[in-house]
C-alpha cells in the first residue's frame, strides 16, 4: 500500500494506530501429500515487488458515522472512479471475524482474518 505521510499519530496496544494492519495474502497449492500439516501456512502475503499496483492503494483512516471507530478507506487513483472500500481494523472486530487462515510472512506463520468480500473485490 502506498506510504502516508501524518503530522501526527496515536498508539494503541498494537503499536502505531492503523499501521500494519491489513496484509494481502493468496492462497498456496494444496502440498503434494494432499493436506497441509498442522500449524503450515495455507496462505502467503505478497509485496509490492510482486505487485507493483499495490502502490496505487491508499488507506485513509475515517471516522466512522457514529464516531466510535476509525475506519479504514480503500481506495486508488488508478481506479478513474470514485470506488472504494471501507475496513474496520478495531482489534474487537477483527476478532469477530469468522474466516482466519494461517499465513506466511517471510519465515514466521501468523493468523490472519479474512475482512470480507467488499475488501477482496476491491482489491481483485
Avoid at 502440498?31 to 505478497?46: C, I, N, Q, V
Avoid at 509490492?48 to 457514529?66: F, G, K, W, Y
Avoid at 476478532?95 to 506466511?104: L, M
Wanted: hydrophobic share 35%; no cysteine.
Amino acid at each position: 500500500m502506498r506510504p502516508v505521510s501524518i503530522t501526527e499519530t496515536k498508539f494503541d496496544k498494537h503499536g502505531l494506530l492503523s499501521d500494519r494492519r491489513l496484509m494481502l495474502v493468496r492462497p498456496l497449492p494444496t502440498p503434494l501429500h494432499g493436506s497441509f500439516a498442522k500449524g503450515e501456512a495455507t496462505h502467503r502475503f505478497f509485496t509490492q515487488r510482486q505487485a507493483p499496483s499495490l502502490a496505487t492503494i491508499e488507506l485513509t483512516p475515517v471516522l466512522s458515522q457514529d464516531r466510535t471507530r476509525i475506519l479504514l478507506k480503500v481506495s486508488s487513483k488508478l481506479s478513474g472512479s470514485n470506488d472504494h472500500a471501507y475496513i474496520d481494523t478495531h482489534p474487537n472486530t477483527i476478532k469477530k471475524y469468522p474466516v482466519r487462515y494461517p499465513a506466511g510472512v517471510w519465515s514466521d506463520v501468523v493468523e490472519v482474518a479474512d475482512v470480507g468480500d467488499d475488501a477482496a473485490e476491491y482489491v481483485a
